[in-house]
């Protein structure tokens, strides 16, 4: 909007899409940890190949946008940063974007296998992993 209306435009609607933005996307973050919280037992239904999954293929991803960016012409780091963006779950759209296409998908396991298990395994192992196959495949690749 802000591209299409100028700066002037812009003024009028930063209110909105500024402070009050910030403040709805806290209390999203927050009620689908509350969520997730509440329904981790589900995961126990779910069994051992969600976990598989959740750590699994978040390192495919990673590794195809880490090929991708470095064929592309990035930089190690730039490539890097790219897969961990594609190993990285949109923890804030993917699980409003489930919620409305698969309303009887059990909201416990989609938020707890993308906030409970992928998105730590991304900040602890994930990052310096993604790395070290950035740095592997920049003389192969680059």
Known sequence: MGVLTGPEGFVRVEPFFGGLF???LALFL???GMLAGRRLGDLRQA???LVVFAIVFPIVAGVLGIGGGSLAGMSTGGAMVLGVLCASASY???PAAV???LPTANPGITLTASLGMT???NLVIGIPLYWGIAQWL???LG
Do not use: D, N, S
Request: no cysteine; hydrophobic share 65%.
């Open 22 to 24: 910030i403040g709805v």
């Open 30 to 32: 927050l009620e689908m």
């Open 47 to 49: 069994g051992f190949g």
């Open 92 to 94: 804030i759209a993917a």
């Open 99 to 101: 919620r409305l296409a």
């Open 119 to 121: 998105f730590p395994f």
């Open 138 to 140: 920049a003389p192969i």
